[in-house]
């Protein structure tokens, strides 16, 4: 394989060394799970077993076929999964951190001023649950070996039909040389004689990309540790050169200067560029099957289509991993700092051309589970005593086979059935669950959606109102439904409210819909039990008359003062006097100031923009609106919010509810039909449409060694190990960090597997199950060459956002910086080839990890510019912890497609192609996006200017080479 890092391909075509990396990050330790082994290598289904249902009917029909000698044959397009180029460096080690939660000592003033010594950085990365820099001090330098590096190989995976070559569950270790690399800058060259890491890289100096040196000198003995400082001794640092903008100030000189010939400025054409990343994936794996039967391989970038043949493990789509290859020690972890991660989106959109989950029905007696960890039958068992029972791949317990389910194993120890039943050959699948998994041991009834209009003066005079009447009036018809069922089981109701609120009896018996009125909104009621919640194809006439009427009772409204706690309260109290769950759809327009229970006040003081209060502005309002949430969960009542404001809202509280239940919010500041109304209805109607399950509760168990610690999104945690949701849909997506609590195998690799109990639209109870199986590795070349930069900046993108709430915003950016700088630095001195200070080494996985983190550090949430609607903030904060990874690499760095033109409807080629590209880029997103025509020196070039991310930021914030120019600095210093 090409070792020659970002002047080479990247390794996407082979089979990786798995996860790895770090806790770190900003949170708690909780959880506590279990993990294990990785089982046979699935094959294609030969016959559907009894007991399991089929796909739909639109889906490819059977089971996945065996792959062929080529993973990657047929010629089919997906929206996928992400790999990339670079790999972050291990850092050196440091005193002992102080313990978690303190506050930082001696931070940094800003990033333009000289960064504080290793130990207030290991202090301040500790206020921040971020592991320190590293536990021990640094080692005397190893004597070079004499061997050269061996190319990177990994065992190819056995024939399907013959069993591995080693123990079921395990893989042989890859014999692993360094991972490929990419180095920019130009500093003074190491003495001579230095001893260090050899390995490939790609190096930005001031002559432009500059190949590392090579093994003449400065070999490494394949799979041996480095010890010591990278280099040896070092002189001090030296000025990079003023950078022209960056954080408050700009990035300044440090202190003492190294020796050494003049600085050289980084080289702008040998800087990595993702444009170029991302095509290059294209064009390599764009259009292949993604078979997943080889543990630890890293999927193609999320900008990739592809298509995935679901062989054992879940798909990239379910689950994204911050590294596939996981460092088999604590110490390790602590060493590289790169976080250890999952992103799972449970409920992810399977494309047409993909074969949809299977369900497994195992009649009364339930899925099957291990004794102890109570895992999920899955690939990773092991049948073992004749088929009569079988080890867990997660905890080891050895369980009985219970006699309905057993089956003889062949001459290879593999059950006879193994590619009959999706739950021993898939990585993803479904149970029916039994009244065991249901509250109250009843089976549950239908969801239900209830929409609730704000009838305020606002809302009246825009029009919105009507345009709501009409469309639901269409929408309705559309409302999700079970395959096959001719109509939804959703029942729906409505509620129009301002300071009181109007329950609508809209039973189908009726002529005319009846109005309830409730005024008393301090102990909300629900005035009317039947004919509230109602089957709207049954009810049709009714609830068109009465949507046709709303419009017209208000027209004459002066009333401008809104409730809105009391809204939500009267939704969940519908859904439990119908003992269902569901969600509510609000269309509200300002704080809610009448009085009643969550009254709120405008707290939008600007004055505390970069102070130590900043976070308050952040953080919601408790009290009321912090038992709404609870309430809602328990009753699995989700909450979306589609807002209106013209003004300061409180969107920091008002979104909490939302966001804690797993629902959406959407926001149209300054709202006006013809302008804005288009983009508002494509966000309800994908919103009522899309698929969701309710009243969920995930679980994530993983194998011994390590464990699932903490929990970012749009969930409610009520203690620390069950993720709740009142509702899940296919756009939110769950970030779960993991820990080592002993010591991981590099033969038995790590599992770990997520299970979410939910009720379907039609009310059937089901479990849905994702198992991933990941590599295990002892050398941190492994672990970088396996890392996912845009799952990386999800799991940093949302910390952040968690972080934010207690910490100052300063501190969040520049314990951000730091852990960029202690990735990269532990990479160079551990993994990359010997070569002169001056270069910037870049994991090749990681390339383009610089250029997302500097636009994370200038997104609207994390900058501290009093410019900025606090609104805004608080609303992208939002958004970010429900995101999975295809939207946090879209908002950091946005696709632009120059056109320098009008888009009027015309009967031509052009006109078709172009409406053609912005319907599917629109179709891609979890939000409709309004089309903006931003003409040079308009007023709107301001918003277009702000999605060049690698240029200043409009509002603070470094440009890219500047940004590079910082973090090269700070390696520097690491390094010395």
């Keep these: 394989m090409s ?97 978690y939660g303190q506050p930082p000592q001696s931070a940094y003033n800003s990033m333009a001023q000289a960064p504080p010594p290793t130990q207030q950085l290991t202090n301040q990365m500790s206020s921040m649950n971020i592991a320190g820099y590293g536990q021990r001090p640094m080692q005397a330098p190893q004597s070079p070996s004499s061997s050269a590096p061996l190319p990177f190989q990994t065992s190819p995976p056995p024939a399907m039909g013959h069993p591995p070559l080693s123990p079921p569950g395990q893989q042989p270790p890859s014999l692993g040389s360094p991972p490929p690399l990419a180095s920019v800058g130009s500093l003074p060259a190491p003495p001579m004689g230095m001893s260090g890491p050899s390995g490939p890289g790609t190096s930005l100096g001031g002559g432009g990309l500059q190949q590392p040196l090579g093994s003449q000198g400065y070999p490494q003995q394949p799979g041996s540790p480095i010890a010591g400082p990278y280099g040896g001794q070092m002189a001090g640092p030296q000025m990079m050169g003023p950078p022209t903008g960056a954080f408050p100030g700009g990035f300044h000189g440090g202190p003492a200067q190294m020796a050494g010939p003049p600085q050289k400025k980084l080289d702008p054409d040998s800087i990595p ?118 080890q867990c791949g997660f905890c080891s317990c050895v369980n009985e086979v219970p006699v309905q389910y057993f089956q003889h194993l062949d001459h290879m120890g593999r059950r006879m059935d193994l590619y009959e039943r999706p739950e021993l050959s898939l990585g993803s699948y479904e149970f029916v669950a039994t009244l065991d998994y249901c509250k109250n041991n009843k089976p549950p009834n239908p969801p239900a959606y209830v929409f609730m209009i704000d009838v305020s003066y606002n809302n009246i005079k825009s029009g919105l109102v009507k345009l709501i009447c009409e469309e639901l009036k269409i929408l309705l018809d559309r409302l999700p439904k079970e395959e096959g069922a001719e109509s939804s089981a959703i029942k729906v109701g409505f509620v129009t409210y301002n300071k009181i ?22 102990e909300m009621f629900l005035p ?16 068109n008359n009465l949507l046709d009427q709303i419009p017209d009772m208000f027209a004459d409204t002066n009333e401008s003062e809104t409730v809105f706690a009391p809204v939500i309260q009267a939704g969940v109290e519908a859904l439990k006097a119908a003992e269902c769950s569901g969600k509510l759809f609000l269309f509200h327009s300002s704080m809610p100031t009448a009085e009643a229970p969550g009254k709120l006040k405008n707290r939008d003081d600007r004055k505390l923009v ?100 903490d929990f970012f999104g749009a969930v409610y945690m009520n203690n620390t190990t069950d993720v709740e949701m009142a509702a899940v849909d296919c756009d939110k997506a769950v970030t779960v960090e993991f820990k080592h609590d002993d010591t991981l195998s590099e033969e038995a690799g790590a599992v770990m597997q997520c299970a979410l109990l939910y009720t379907t639209i039609s009310g059937q109870r089901r479990l849905r199950i994702h198992n991933l199986s990941l590599n295990c590795c002892s050398q941190l070349s ?133 409406h053609s590209i912005i319907s599917s880029i629109s179709q891609q997103r979890a939000k409709s996006m309004k089309l903006l025509i931003v003409k040079q020196k308009d007023r709107a070039e301001i918003f277009f200017r702000q999605h060049l991310v690698e240029d200043k930021g409009l509002h603070g914030g470094a440009s890219y080479m500047d940004f590079l120019c910082y973090v090269h600095r700070e390696i520097r210093q690491l390094l010395t």
């Excluded at 797993?662 to 919103?687: A, M, P, T």
């Design 501 to 522: 609120l109007h329950f609508y009896n809209v039973k189908s018996a009726l002529a005319q819909p009846q109005m309830m009125m409730v005024s008393d909104v301090a």
């Design 3 to 99: 070792q020659q890092g970002y002047v080479a391909t990247p390794p996407y075509s082979q089979a990786q060394a798995g996860m790895g990396g770090c806790s770190t990050g900003f949170g708690n330790p909780p959880p506590q799970s279990h993990y294990g082994v990785y089982g046979s290598l699935p094959q294609a289904y030969s016959a559907l077993p009894t007991g399991m249902l089929k796909p739909p009917a639109s889906s490819p029909s059977g089971m996945p076929q065996p792959p062929v000698s080529s993973h990657y044959g047929a010629n089919i397009h997906q929206n996928g999964a992400h790999a990339h180029g670079f790999t972050p460096p291990p850092v050196a080690s440091a005193p002992s951190m102080s313990p």
């Design 273 to 390: 560029g993702t444009t170029q990343v991302i095509e290059d994936d294209q064009a390599k794996r764009g259009g292949q099957v993604y078979v997943t039967n080889i543990r630890g391989q890293v999927p193609p970038l999320v900008t990739t289509d592809f298509t995935v043949q679901d062989q054992g493990n879940a798909s990239p789509r379910f689950m994204r991993c911050t590294t596939y290859s996981f460092p088999c020690t604590a110490d390790l972890a602590k060493q590289c700092k790169v976080p250890l991660a999952a992103i799972i989106k449970p409920f992810a959109t399977v494309p047409k051309n993909e074969t949809p989950l299977y369900v497994v029905n195992h009649g009364e007696a339930g899925p099957i589970r291990c004794n102890r960890c109570k895992a999920y039958m899955c690939p990773y068992m092991q049948f073992i005593d004749g088929g009569r029972r079988y």
């Design 610 to 709: 970069g102070t130590e209060k900043e976070k308050t502005l952040f953080q919601p309002q408790r009290g009321v609106y912090e038992q709404l949430a609870k309430d809602c969960v328990v009753q699995g009542c989700c909450v979306d919010l589609f807002l209106f404001p013209n003004q300061y809202v409180d969107i920091a509280t008002m979104g909490d509810v939302p966001s804690r239940t797993g629902g959406s919010i959407y926001k149209y500041s300054n709202f006006q039909v013809d302008v804005d109304g288009q983009h508002f209805l494509n966000d309800l109607r994908r919103d009522v449409e899309q698929f969701i399950g309710f009243d969920a509760i995930m679980r994530v168990r993983t194998g011994t060694g390590f464990r699932a610690t």
């Design 528 to 543: 009317l039990l039947d004919g509230f919640l109602v089957n709207f194809q049954e009810s049709r006439a009714v609830i």
């Design 782 to 914: 492994e672990l970088y060459k396996s890392c996912e930069t845009d799952a990386l900046i999800n799991f940093f993108a949302k910390s952040a956002c968690q972080a934010m709430l207690n910490q100052p915003l300063k501190a969040v950016r520049e314990i951000l910086v730091n852990q960029t700088a202690h990735m990269l630095a532990c990479y160079r001195k551990n993994c990359a080839s010997p070569s002169v200070a001056s270069q910037l080494i870049l994991p090749d996985a990681m390339k383009v990890f610089p250029v997302y983190m500097n636009s994370l550090l200038k997104a609207p949430a994390l900058v501290g510019s009093a410019e900025l609607s606090t609104d805004d903030r608080a609303f992208q904060r939002l958004m970010v912890m429900a995101m999975g990874v295809e939207e946090t690499q879209v908002l950091l760095y946005p696709r632009l497609i120059p056109l320098q033109m009008s888009l009027p409807v015309l009967d031509n080629a052009h006109s078709r192609k172009l």
